[in-house]
């Protein structure tokens, strides 16, 4: 819950609200005012809490999962308000946004960003397409770095803690003459496992990430502004494998006691690196209009194993490789009249994406090679503005043309032995059997208009109601892993269709009792029309008893219905004690899939969407003068209701028939779990000097946050892929930071 102080340092002014100012609508607006249900989180509320990444957020934003995905250390999977993707394949789009600095990152891998050298992060729920470049169906997270100073400023800081986690980050900026600056930071973060590799002795869950970003920025005179700026990360974390749920088919590998330990023999060197370049510039033409230029370009790569069994043995083990890069122009005109106020963009990207793996299968005896590549190229139009009917009385309009091309290649092969030679051409021991897909070339386009429109009434200057419709777009595509040898219509090669969601809501935001509680409410509801589903199964294909597909299908359902509460509100009880919290609750149901005349929706459930999420926090702050300076202590309580991690219920598993059934076995869909943390943090009186201690999940609660999930017959002598994957454990660090 976003919430700011004014800067008087009257102890009086401090404990109450004030404005807090945000750029969800492109243009800076006090939070209030903006009709759009919005969190935000400033640098200080970050650092007060401990965060360490982007993850942290969730715990503070209603009907949000922001995760890190399975089997990963640092690739995204973000879903809002029910709508989002799991998988990270090329191939499959996000329906959540990333922004950093206006820049939209069109891949999750890479995508869990560090917080430094941070102004703050905003979360917009709802579809925001007349706003943001693409893919903001379910919403967009906005990650807005610091600009400089017009002073030298230089800050380091040091954070030590469990598991030997040492972290260093340290930032700085410095003015060249009247009109340029150059600045940059710099962060290593290091830290052994949560458990171990039992079979190779590696640590797992470990942390080892070198990010680094610097910036230009030139201002020759107060109307022109140009930014150029550049970031790297290299992500080299041990892989992580999972903690296997059931025993070795042949009974000599029990389950591990430590959910942080794994026997995965696929290897432990992984490698995540993405870096970009971004030209940012600003021309305010007059007082009432800025026109502005957004180039980019990002790349990615990633080598990574997966062992989807985590057992030693080379069985269901994959190794992989993802490469991706994205050009992106936006040209932007901003107006802000006395009464009429809003955005026009064209919004251009060209991006491709590409990778392939060996999915090696020793107890069959053969392997698997899938690969492929999709370009995609996006053109849009968009635009979106307010005019103000009277004093109290706005009306907003917007809307969203897009057209948006896919052009792919899905290849798979069927190879007797270890390794293919398509993914490793110095294999010259396996031997080629079939190609299963050969699709070059595939093509398809899409293109929508998509509109907004919102009313507000601003009842006093500190109460203001509102009623939004959006409408949300996210193109087609093609299922990387189709299989073309069963599929003998060839529909596979049309891809799956566009999905559209079409979303209301009405909300009140205000300050009360002379501005001591601020209060956001929304509530929602969305049909949500050809939700994009991806089902991934093992199955035998030509009946021989042989599980030999691990493919996965991609769907269009027909209709889905989320409905939803949303809650976020700041009490400043007293001068001393600051009340925060927010609650989530989101009723989200897909009611039709036609599968031969007959609708099969009760087998499906939503995924990543739990049906209630909140957060209580209680803030002690003191400023207790010259002497001492000041102490801010934070203690929150999140909770998090049990939901579904696929499209498909995976409640219960019987390992004696293979079945998955609602009842008994162990469970792969999370249960509800509860999170407390507490943070004390000191200031100095010269407030150069910070101190803080954070502890995080004190409790040390074992919560499930991903899974793999490929059945494979035991008669076959083969082991099942059943695993999962949780959440820090009990962690405490201390922080210290200066600022010269």
Partial sequence: MAHAQDDSGEQEEARTLGRVTVTAQRREEDLIDVPLSVSAFDSAQLEATGAVDITSIQRSTPNATIEVARGSNSTLIAFIRGVGQQDPLWGFEPGVGLYVDDVYIARPQGAILDIFDIDRIEVLRGPQGTLYGRN???????????????????????????????????????????????????????????????????????????????????????????????DKSQDDSNAKHGHRLLPSADGTLPVTDNVYDTRGGAGDDNSVETEGYSLTAEWDVNDAVTLKSITAYREGHTVTPIDFDALPQPDFDVPAYYNDDQFSQEFQMLYNGARFSGVAGIYYLDGSADGAFDLLLSSLGVTVFQGGKQDKENFSLYGDFTYDLTDRFSVSLGGRYTKDETTADVTRELWLGLGSGSFDTDNQTSLFLATQTGYTGLNREDEEFTPRISISYKATDDINLYATYAQGFKAGGFDPRARADLDPLGLSQEGFGPEKVDSYEIGLKGNFFDNRLQLNTAAFYAEYTDQQITVQSGADSDNDGINDTFVSSVFNAGSSEYKGLEIEGSWFISDEFTLMGNLGYIDAEIKEIISAGVNIADQFVTQNTPELQGQLSLNYMKDFGPDFGALSITGSASYRDEYYLFNVPNEGFDPGTNVIFPLGGPALDPDSYTLLDLSLVWTSPSEKLKFGIHGRNLTDEEYRVAAYNFVTPSQLGADSAYSAFYGPPRTVTASISYEF
């Fill in 136 to 230: 903001t169906i379910g919403g967009a997270i906005k990650y807005v770095t610091k600009k400089m100073s017009d002073e030298p400023e230089l800050k380091a800081k040091v954070n030590f803690g469990s598991y030997s986690q040492l972290d260093t980050i340290v930032s700085g900026s410095t003015p060249i003459g009247d009109q340029f600056a150059i600045g940059g930071a710099i962060a290593s973060y290091q830290r052994d496992g949560y458990g171990k590799n039992l079979f190779t002795g590696a640590e797992h869950y470990d942390k080892d990430v070198l990010a680094y970003r610097v910036s230009a920025e030139w201002q020759p005179t107060s109307d022109f502004f140009v930014r150029l700026a550049y």
